[in-house]
């Protein structure tokens, strides 16, 4: 059964950092891409940060400079490092993995960010 776990959420304040960290239960693992997106009651789910297969990397413009995708095939885990958080960062996060044909999400971790 795919099964993707998110952690590493919380209350933090507006310039500390958080590493969200997803433990994904696919076969192959190696062999999805990554994604981490946001969302914001009463907005679209946006893409935060995106990374293939082979690791090339995508980032919102919002946080370019800030976060950081990576993976860690061997774990079957993708993390997000995230730096400098500001208000506007307060969302749910939800990890996504994904290849041809199949595309699976985990349940979110909510972060939030104080001023």
């Known amino acids: 059964q795919v099964q993707l776990v998110e952690s590493g959420g919380g209350l933090v304040q507006a310039g500390d950092s958080l590493r969200l960290s997803c433990v994904a239960s696919?076969?192959?693992?190696?062999?999805?891409?990554v994604a981490w997106y946001r969302e914001v009651p009463g907005h679209h789910r946006e893409m935060v940060a995106a990374?293939?297969?082979?690791?090339?990397?995508n980032y919102a413009t919002s946080v370019k400079g800030r976060f950081t995708i990576s993976r860690d095939n061997a774990r079957d885990t993708v993390l997000l490092q995230m730096n400098s958080l500001k208000p506007e960062d307060t969302a749910v996060y939800y990890c996504?993995?994904?290849?041809?044909?199949?595309?699976?999400w985990g349940q979110g971790t909510q972060v939030t960010v104080s001023s």
């Open positions: 990374a293939s297969h082979n690791m090339q990397t």
């Open positions: 996504n993995v994904g290849r041809v044909g199949v595309n699976y």
């Open positions: 696919v076969p192959d693992f190696s062999s999805y891409a």
